[in-house]
């Protein structure tokens, strides 16, 4: 009798860590979409999420990235028992752990003033501060974890037979990237791209948060297949 119980219970904390998964894109979208919507001359097409932080109303941004963080985290533990002893066991909990770090990492250090907002700032800075820095250093470990993630689970699934899956996670990580570069450009202020870099920030984040939210729904369906 134990036995089963005992499985009972894997199984119920494997499908609660696997909607932590499917939980943390959605969090984090609505909570800008929401926050960028009541923000005095915050235009979301232009400024990057992260600015949203910054001022009195910046705990609701902060607020995102510590709960997204900690619900990544969660799948990341969830993904580790899952696929233990199997490929990608161990790559690829750790770069989802990197992106919970990197979401950790922005909610306590706020970022710097950029692309002119807060209004009457400098486009770009010239002398970061120390909480800007880590910002900058943190959060960049979303934008290597996710698209390597992608990558180390496309094999995955390659060698498992699911070429669906495993086209899916090379392309999400391909165009991650190359959107993570358009981005990059125009907060680097460069011509014809600045205007956007908000715009392309945010493609780019959702591009990676539905491929998050899938392979969370895959692993809860899984585990839902077994009882």
Partial sequence: MHQPMLQSAR?????WLSLCGMAAGPVFTLTWLIAGAFRSAYDPLRHPISSLAIGEQGWTQVASFMITGLLMAAFAVGLRRAFKGQPAGTWGPI??????????????????????????????????????????????????GLPGACFVLARRFSRLGRRIWATYSNATGVGFLVLFVITSLGFGQVAGLQAVAGLFQRITLTVGWVWVFLLALDGFKAVGARV
């Fill in 11 to 15: 199984e119920r904390t494997q499908r």
């Fill in 95 to 144: 770069l989802l752990g990197l992106i919970a770090l990197g979401l950790l990492g922005a909610g306590v250090f706020v970022t710097d003033p950029l692309n002119g907002y807060p209004g009457g700032t400098i486009a770009l800075p010239v002398d970061y501060t120390f909480a800007g820095r880590l910002h900058r250093s943190l959060s960049a470990l979303v934008f290597i």
